[in-house]
């Protein structure tokens, strides 16, 4: 047991600070913003491994999180709710490797879908992310873990600074630079419109849409619809082009969106890496772990890959 300093408190380091809380470290974390003003808080957030390679790795992280998800859906101030809905693929040979992490999968009527498509049906974790990021900051401050708000530049800084006995990274997009050894890291960035829910419960995914990334994700009080997937792409701004044509593609999809009023709107950068980068740093005075990279599915790998991040720090 010891001091460990998380950097980050998106959805990755507030669950490695959760982790390693619960295994009895003394915990701060350092952020320059709440989970809710980063990344994680413009998900949408269904559980499915998208953006990352489908390794054993990966998929077992996947499987030991929906597992977690699952769990925390008992629990209505979680946010955490179990929803069916279909994976869409246009294509002749679809990876539906994914679906071993899933307890119960099942083909989609082909009448219901596009023609020439196909497509998986499964119950997954739907995360409400402003309810569960907040619920996961209070779980951990009761646990104990401290915060600090500040920028930091370096790895080294923090560690003269806090002087914890160990340090991890997770700060997203960002960890590279901090970490100064990684020019492996990528944005992928994601445009969403957020409408009025007229009832829908069911969400869709159709990756191949020849028009662009395709999602349709009912949450209580909204549907995020998306999407966009520009890998290399720092622009945060919304496009307004962008959206009309999100809304072109996801009323063609589910036309009892059509004149849904239009609640908020986001972009996020991704965090992109070809793998997930989760190890010791060599090279510095005390132990270093990262933890980054998760693409398009920190929400779906998160209790996984801080299960793992606790285990190295062991
Ligand atoms: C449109 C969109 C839809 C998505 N949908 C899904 C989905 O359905 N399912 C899913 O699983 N995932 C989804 N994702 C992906 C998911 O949001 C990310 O994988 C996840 O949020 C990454 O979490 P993170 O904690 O690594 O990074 P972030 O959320 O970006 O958090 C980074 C943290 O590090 C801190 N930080 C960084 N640099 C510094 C620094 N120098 N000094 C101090 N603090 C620093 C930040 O302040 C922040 O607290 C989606 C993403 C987008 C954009």
Redesign the pocket.
Known sequence: MGNVTV???????LSIAHELATAGHTVRV??????AA???G???????P?DVDHSDRVLDSAAVTYRRLEELAEDPRTGVHMRPGTVLSRRPDPDTSWTRAVPRTGPADPAALPAGSTGVRCTVPLVETGAYLAWLRETVTALGVRFRT????SVDEVLRADEPDALVV??????A??LGDDDEVFPIR???VRLANPGLTEWLTDDDHPEGLTYV?PRRDDVVC??TGDTGSWDEQVSPETEAAILRRVIAMVPELAGQPVLSRAV????GRPTIRLEAVPGHDRPVFAC?G????????SWGDAARTAALLA
């Open positions: 950097v980050g408190a998106g959805v990755i380091g350092v952020a320059d913003r709440e989970a980063s990344v994680s413009v998900a949408a957030a269904i559980w499915f998208h500040a920028e930091v530049g997770a700060a997203g997009l960002r960890s630079a901090l994601g445009q969403v994700v998306g999407g996020g950068l991704r965090p980054y998760h693409g398009g599915a920190g929400f779906t790998l």
